[in-house]
């Protein structure tokens, strides 16, 4: 039985756009951004991962915070995908959609899960992030990559934070949304995150990083299906703006 620590890398494997979305390219249209997997969160440590349900052959023990992607929800157990291509069950009442780290976890504790408390961290150049990412204009979008040469939106983000900064962010989009301190869209400065929910209801799906003037840089999924320069202020991004969240001062 293999046990699993902190799951820090944010499911760096993540399969092919249609097993989990069930898009085509082509019913994508220009604007529409294809929302981050499914994640969800274990609620306590010791939870047992199992090849099947029926047979109870517990395959992984997952921690507390670690995340998962749930590819199919039952009434009892969640079938799941872990960062390392394993899949397996999971009991629901295990799974959360929440992120919110509990008050009793000390920082670093929580920064070693991929889960970061509303703080800002400190003496970072937003310029030497804006240059770097804006030298992967034109990098292809690819579902569930993080790099160097394509990406997906959060992997764009997390990535070009990693390189030109040193900062690592959480995986998806909707983990990244509670990193930071809270921002009014009419105080955006440049490195600041900005959050979109494309996937309709009110929940984070999309990501990017504001540069000025109104616009950001990020990795779109839609006709282009590149890294590109957009602006949230009008269209559809000014009809799908979430939040905004800064981690550089």
């Not at 029926?54 to 992984?60: G, L, M, P, T």
């Not at 929910?197 to 990795?219: K, L, M, P, Q």
């Amino acid at each position: 039985m293999k046990r699993h620590g902190s799951l820090s890398k944010r499911l760096s494997v993540i399969l092919c756009t249609g097993m989990l979305i069930g898009f085509l390219p082509g019913e994508i249209s220009a604007n529409q951004n294809i929302v981050d997997p499914d994640v969800s969160y274990l609620t306590q440590d010791e939870a047992e991962l199992y090849y099947e349900t029926s047979s109870k052959q517990v395959i992984s023990l997952l921690s507390k915070g670690d995340s998962v992607i749930v590819t199919d929800k039952g009434k009892e157990y969640s079938k799941v995908l872990l960062e390392n291509g394993q899949s397996g069950y999971i009991k629901n009442e295990l799974l959360t959609d929440s992120i919110k780290v509990s008050e009793d976890e000390d920082s670093q504790e929580a920064t070693s899960r991929g889960l970061f408390r509303d703080k800002k961290i400190e003496n970072k150049n937003s310029a030497s992030l804006i240059s770097f990412a804006k030298g992967k204009l034109g990098s292809p979008y690819s579902y569930g990559s993080r790099g160097p040469n394509k990406f997906d939106c959060s992997g764009f983000v997390g990535y070009s934070y990693e390189k030109a900064l040193g900062i690592k962010l959480p995986r998806d989009s909707r983990s990244m949304s509670v990193t930071g301190v809270s921002i009014k869209k009419s105080d955006l400065q440049e490195g600041d995150l900005v959050f979109f929910h494309t996937g309709g209801g009110n929940r984070v799906s999309h990501v990017g990083i504001y540069i000025e003037d109104g616009n950001f840089i990020h990795a779109s999924s839609g006709n282009v299906q590149k890294v590109i320069i957009s602006n949230l202020n009008s269209g559809y991004y000014a009809k799908y703006y979430h939040s905004a969240k800064r981690v550089i001062k």
